[in-house]
Structure formats: C-alpha cells, structure tokens
C-alpha cells in the first residue's frame, strides 16, 4: 500500500488525485489524502450561477490545440457540454490612442498568416507593415542569426517584426496572455513553438503560411455549464474520504522513513507527495527540505482581479462585435483587458442579455485588492465606461481577486526548471505541480499533474500511455 500526499485542491491537484483513483480501479494499490488550505476545491477554476448568467470567476476557456482537457472532459462524461468560442465573429481589439482598434484578421499572436489582411489594417503604420513583410525576406539571416540562448519575448518580437509590432500588438498580447512584461518573459517558455519556427523556417510568417490549411478550429475551448463542471467532475470521482478541506499544511519533511506532512491536525506519513500548491506556498514548505530548491522556485508573480457584470439588455449596451480587447502597458486605462463573454460564447446570458468581463493586472491589481467588492466594481465600471461609452446598471455583479496566480516565466526559466528537476529527483517520491514549473493552461496543468500520478502509481511501465497523455 503506497501512501500519497497530494498538496493543494486546484486543478492539477484534483488532476492529480482523479488519476490516482483511475489507478486504483486498474488495480493499483494507494491511500491518497489531499490536503486543501481553504473550504473550496478548484482553486481558480470557479463558475457562478446567478440566474441564466454563467460568470467564469477565473480561466473562461482553456486552448483547443492542447487536447489535455478536452479529453479529460470527455472521460468525464462532458463529451457533451465541450463548446467551442463563436470564431466566426472572432475579433480581438487593442487600446490605441484611447481608441479601440481591431488586430488585423488572421494573426497568430502578433504574427500574420494573411498579409493582405494586414495591409488592410488601419491599425499599423506603413513602416511597421514594410516591416512585416520584409520579416519573409530576412529569413534565412534570421535562422542563421537564431541566439543559442534564451531572451526575453521583447527581444524576440523586436529582432523579427521591430518596436511598433512590438509596443502596438506584442506587449498587450502578453500581458493579456500571461499577465507579464514582455521584457522579462523568457521566449523559450512562453512562445516555444515560435522559438522552433524560427530555427526551422527563420522567418515566423514563412513558418505559418508553410502550416496554413492545417484544419481550422476555434482558438478556445469551454463546457457549456462553465469551467467549474470539469472540477465537479472531477470532485465527484474521487473517493471522498481522499479529501480534506481546510487543511493546510504546515510543513513537509523527507527522511529514512519516506515524507512527514504536518497540519493543524497532527503529522501523518507517507511514500510520495505531490506538492501542487502555488509555488509561493511549494517554495516556503520545501525550503526546509532542500534549501537550494528555494531559490529556483523564487519567482514573479502577477495578479489579477477580474469583475463580471452582467446587463438584461446587451441593446442598452453595444460593445464592438468580437470577443474583447487587450490594453498596452503604459496606457492611461487601469484595465488589463475585458473580455464580451456573451459573443465569445454561446449560453452564457439569459436572451439578449451581455456578460462583460473586466481585469486588472499588476499595480492596478495590487492596489485593487486591498478595496472593497463595491469600490472595485465602481472603478471597473467607470473605466469599462471610458473605452465603451456609458454603461447601464448591472443587474448582476461578481467582483473576485487572485493575488500572485499566475507565475512569470522570466528568461531563463527553461534552465531553472532543469536544476529545479535534478534536486526534486534526488529527493525520493516528490513531484512539483501547478502553473509554476511548465506551463501556464488548464490542460498542461492536467496533463502534468496525470503523468505525475501514473508515474507514482507504477504504471509508466506503459510509456507509450504517458506519452498519449
Ligand atoms: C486577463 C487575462 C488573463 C489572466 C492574466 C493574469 O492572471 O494576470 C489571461 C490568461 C491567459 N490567456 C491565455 C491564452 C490566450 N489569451 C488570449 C486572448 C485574451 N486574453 C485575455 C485576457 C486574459 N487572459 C483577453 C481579454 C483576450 C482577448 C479577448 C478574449 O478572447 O477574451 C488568446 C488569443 C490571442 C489571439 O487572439 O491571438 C490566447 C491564446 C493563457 C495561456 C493558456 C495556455 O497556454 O494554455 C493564459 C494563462
């Protein structure tokens, strides 16, 4: 009987623990405790029902190309509730000049496949399309000149496509994406597949058009009931006597006899443990452990507040068709990025009804999370109002703050996760999960979180299984 400890009832947490139990169905023999801090599993995976609106309080999607959590949801029964974003209306807007102004249609990121759409495009200026298309040009002294060393995603986009690309489309892009500074997010960990398309074709819009006609499907994938159903699916399949809420754990040690876990409630033992708590909390329980895995877990983090307001009539209150707009750093709005929910999706409003989304990041989120709902939600609505024009009263709103959630890969991240994986495989039984490690999204958080849990219950004798994951 091998005895697991799993820390922290988020995603990969709760990933984690649905696996371990799949195992014990194919005969696997575990006791699993997971230990979760607070009263509420799904970290921050929360959907809130109020009325016909389905308000995501965190991630509203997850991204179609990773499969992880789509076959998740299909294994969860959820075949059904898998719904894809409205892309045909697809259109994402950028704050320019106090104005919004539509990206230019069939971008990748901040890479064109269609280049006449971009000329097209009142977005850019002449120099900065010239410096488009003479990126296909520069292609093979852009692979010879491909650095051997990481750098940040500013250097990477400014090297291939030049500072009004960079400034305009690049710098929104990534704090709308992973809620950094695009000078200090390591390319190779947040734009990997650009990273190789650079190696193979030099020229990134090269790259793509070589892939164009890959088939097409929408760039965001949700469950129709909302995001929360995955984690009460997953909740539901898990014996419940695995669980224990409110429980935070005190500390964690490693010695002859396996791993001690210590909470309020006493000391148990146990052979693995699955640390899947935010890397703040990982890096302060481990740091006793190994000192020298602290310093490799030590990292930025950007928070978030995200406001909800849902309106009965989206007539009293037109937003530009598409899914929501992004807002450069170093604007004069406090807004990180709103999102239209309501023509992002289908069935998230009650008939004719709007769902708008609102964020704050860095300081804005910072200074944010010390006031109260109503304050918050008053500032979201004037700023809101600012962009869009006058907003009517909301008929629902959902104010929620996510301190330090999402973890900033900084340029040579790839390196730490490299040392930090030596010092975690000298320690027998340990796996680190969660957004801090190697990758950012639902399904990489999933799929991490299941190989951990096959390797753990001794079924990666079937590699080839871990590999599908
Ligand atoms: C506020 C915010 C956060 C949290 C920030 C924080 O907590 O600080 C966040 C996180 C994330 N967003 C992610 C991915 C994407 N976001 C996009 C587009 C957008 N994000 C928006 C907002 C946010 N997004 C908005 C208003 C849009 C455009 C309109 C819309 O669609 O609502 C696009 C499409 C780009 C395009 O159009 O090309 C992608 C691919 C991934 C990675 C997933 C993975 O790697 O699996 C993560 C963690």
Redesign the pocket.
Known sequence: MKRVAIVGGGVAGLAAAYELAQQTHNGASLQVVLFEASTRLGGIIETVHEGEFVIECGPDA??TE?PWARELAEELGLGDEVMPSNDATRK?YVLVDKKLQAMPDG???MVPVDLDALDASEMFSAAAKRAYREEVGRAEQLRADAPDEDESVAEFIRRHFGEEVLTKIGAP?LS????GDVSKLSVRAVMTPFVAMEREHGSLIVALQARAGAKKHS?FTTLRSGMGTLVDRMIAAIPEDWIRLAAEVQFVSCGDEGWLVGTARGVERFDAVMMAAPVDVACSLLKPVDAEMAPLMEMEA?S?VVVAFGFPGATKFPVPPG????VPPGSDSLL????FVDQ?FEDRVPQGGRLVRA?F?GKAAERLMRCRNDETAAVARMELARILGPLPEPQVTVVRR?PR??PQYAVGHLKRMKKLDERVSALDGLSLLGNGYR??????LIRDARVAARRIAGANKDLAGVAEL
């Open positions: 997850w991204v990773k994402t971008m990748r990121m892009l709308g994406v992973f809620g760039v950007s978030a899914f929501g707009f992004l990180l990025a709103a999102t992002k964020f990041g996510w959630s999402l990758g950012v999204g639902v399904p990489d």
